[in-house]
């Protein structure tokens, strides 16, 4: 994975920018959808888009390409918008978000889209379903890279854990799950409805790998995953410190903008702010 320079990390910065603008657009048109998550994981998803990934957006389905599976499919905005600005569809494709007939379900559907490699909707099948993708991958001798991206009320669900445990005992090195820890859910903060802490203890006594990064720095975030892919005897889980709702601040660490969507005010007060800040919300919270 290449060096992250000044130009390259500017680049990061305004494509995230403009990523955060698309999913503010989106979930207007939409009338419907989640945002705090979707802003909260536009850095990660750049990262990951625009530096990290082995892919290729004119030919979707190459064989060798790295996998993400977006387990919390409800942050799908996020995922569609950073696909669109990469190639896989046209950037005025992101209008029909949870419009009859669209290719932009509110969860994403594997074979409706290019770029969508799992289904999801219900939470706490994500990593099971990358551990298939895993097994299959070192079964045929592949190179390929296996991206897990979890929420953390997720991991509220059993079957979340018994995923992990599969994976800790498969040794399957060529996963790595980054988990979106925002302190959020629809009801509230998690730490009040089902405690999580103390997570980065619970994957490691589960025999995982286990990095901390600010899910706001580019640097920390390639770096994090660049460590992941030099470890070769266990999965690594990346727990990603994020604010719900980033870069508009209104709807920062306020967990009701979980599931709701800008009304037209609010739409266009979020895009004011988004405008001014430009690049340089990583600068302010990182």
């Not at 669209?102 to 409706?112: E, V």
């Not at 045929?140 to 991206?147: A, E, L, N, V």
Request: aromatic fraction near 6%.
């Amino acid at each position: 994975m290449k060096d992250l320079h000044e130009k390259q990390l500017k680049f990061l910065e305004e494509t995230a920018n403009f990523v955060r603008q698309d999913v503010i657009k989106m979930l207007l048109a939409a009338g419907s959808g989640h945002s705090a998550g979707s802003l909260g994981m536009a850095d990660v998803m750049t990262a990951l888009y625009f530096h990290i990934l082995n892919h290729k957006p004119k030919q979707p389905n190459f064989k060798d390409r790295d996998r993400v599976v977006l387990s919390n499919g409800h942050i799908c905005p996020v995922l569609y918008a950073v696909l669109a600005r990469a190639g896989y569809f046209p950037l005025e494709e992101l209008k029909t978000l949870r419009q009859l007939g669209s290719r932009l379900q509110g969860h994403p559907h594997r074979l409706a889209l290019p770029g969508i490699e799992n289904s999801s909707g219900p939470l706490g099948s994500g990593l099971s379903q990358a551990i298939g993708m895993a097994l299959t991958a070192r079964m045929d001798g592949k190179k390929h890279r296996i991206y897990c991206l979890m929420s953390d009320g997720e991991h509220q669900e059993g079957n979340t854990w018994e995923a992990i445990m599969s994976a800790s005992k498969y040794r399957l090195s060529n996963i790595t799950a980054i988990i979106d820890r925002n302190h959020i859910q629809i009801d509230g903060f998690t730490e009040n409805i089902m405690p999580l802490e103390p997570l980065k203890e619970k994957y490691e006594s589960f025999g995982w790998q286990v990095l901390e990064v600010s899910g706001h720095s580019f640097e920390s975030i390639i770096s994090a995953v660049a460590e992941a892919q030099a470890i070769h005897e266990r999965p690594t889980a990346i727990i990603a410190h994020t604010i719900p709702g980033m870069g508009v601040s209104f709807m920062e660490n306020d967990y009701i903008w979980h599931s709701k969507a800008p009304k037209s005010e609010e739409a266009r007060l979020a895009l004011k702010e988004l405008r001014s800040l430009g690049g340089k919300i990583r600068s302010e919270h990182e």
